[in-house]
């Protein structure tokens, strides 16, 4: 392939620590820490120019056209979680997992979807 059609991207994905252990002992309480954790990755995604790809379940699979912008997401992220869970219950604490790959890929005009 031609390197004029390929460009660096940064993608992130994450994944709640826990989450499918607790949808199985406490479906109502998992779905309502779902909600949290979407609307606050949504948040922060707009915010640094991140793209959501697709979400599985409890993961995200994001991307970004620039690496520093993929990891300060990434640190307000998981910043906003650790805030969250100073004043949360035993129970609904949420813990986050987030790797992050910086790589070529092919340019939008070529672009794969996932």
């Known amino acids: 392939m031609n390197q004029e059609h390929r460009r660096l991207a940064a993608i ?10 607790l949808a199985q002992s406490n479906e109502s309480l998992a779905l309502q820490l779902l909600e949290r954790h ?6 922060e995604l707009g915010q ?15 991307e970004f056209d620039s690496a520093l912008e993929a990891v ?4 307000k992220i998981q910043k906003a979680f650790r805030e969250q869970n100073i004043s949360a219950k035993q129970g609904e604490k949420m813990l986050l997992r ?3 790959h910086v ?3 092919d340019s ?7």
């Open 108 to 114: 939008p005009r070529r672009r794969r979807l996932w």
């Open 38 to 43: 979407n609307a606050l990755l949504r948040s």
């Open 72 to 75: 300060l997401c990434a640190t």
């Open 103 to 105: 790589g070529g890929r």
């Open 12 to 21: 992130v994905f994450t994944d709640m620590v826990g989450y499918t252990t």
């Open 98 to 100: 987030i790797g992050i």
């Open 48 to 62: 640094h120019r991140g793209h959501e790809v697709k979400t599985i379940g409890d993961a995200f699979l994001l």
